[in-house]
Nanobody
Framework: QVQLVESGGGLVQPGGSLRLSCVAS????????LAWYRQAPGKQRELVAQ???????NYRYSVKGRFTISRDNGSNTVFLQMNSLKPEDTAVYYC??????????WGQGTQVTVSS
C-alpha cells in the first residue's frame, strides 16, 4: 500500500507557473511508473506526464515543452513543473503510482486554476 499526498496547486494567471509535488509513503525506487493525471469538470481523467524508475518520460502532446516531470528518490517525491499555463490547464491534478503487476495508487488531488 502506497499513500500519495499532492501539494502545490492554486490560482495563477495565464502565462504563469506552478510546481506540483507528490510525496509517497514508500520508497519510490520500487515504483515502476509515477504519473500526473488531471480531470477538468465534466471531462474524463487524462494522463499529463509520466516517468519510469529508469528516468524515461512521456508527456501529453498539449503540455510538451511547457511541463516537466521529475522524481527525487531521496525524498520519495515526484514533481510537475508547469510553465506557460493556459486556462485549459485548469483541472484537479492527481498523482499516480504504478507498481507492477497491477498495483495502482492515487493521491487526493490538488486544484489548479488558471484565470485572469
Amino acid at each position: 500500500q502506497v499513500q500519495l499526498v499532492e501539494s502545490g496547486g492554486g490560482l495563477v494567471q495565464p502565462g504563469g507557473s506552478l510546481r506540483l509535488s507528490c510525496v509517497a509513503s514508500a520508497s519510490i525506487s520500487v515504483i515502476n511508473v509515477l504519473a500526473w493525471y488531471r480531470q477538468a469538470p465534466g471531462k474524463q481523467r487524462e494522463l499529463v506526464a509520466q516517468i519510469t524508475n529508469g528516468g524515461f518520460t512521456n508527456y501529453r502532446y498539449s503540455v510538451k515543452g511547457r511541463f516537466t516531470i521529475s522524481r527525487d528518490n531521496g525524498s520519495n517525491t515526484v514533481f510537475l513543473q508547469m510553465n506557460s499555463l493556459k486556462p485549459e490547464d485548469t483541472a484537479v491534478y492527481y498523482c499516480n503510482a504504478a507498481i507492477l503487476p497491477g498495483g495502482s495508487y492515487w493521491g487526493q488531488g490538488t486544484q489548479v486554476t488558471v484565470s485572469s
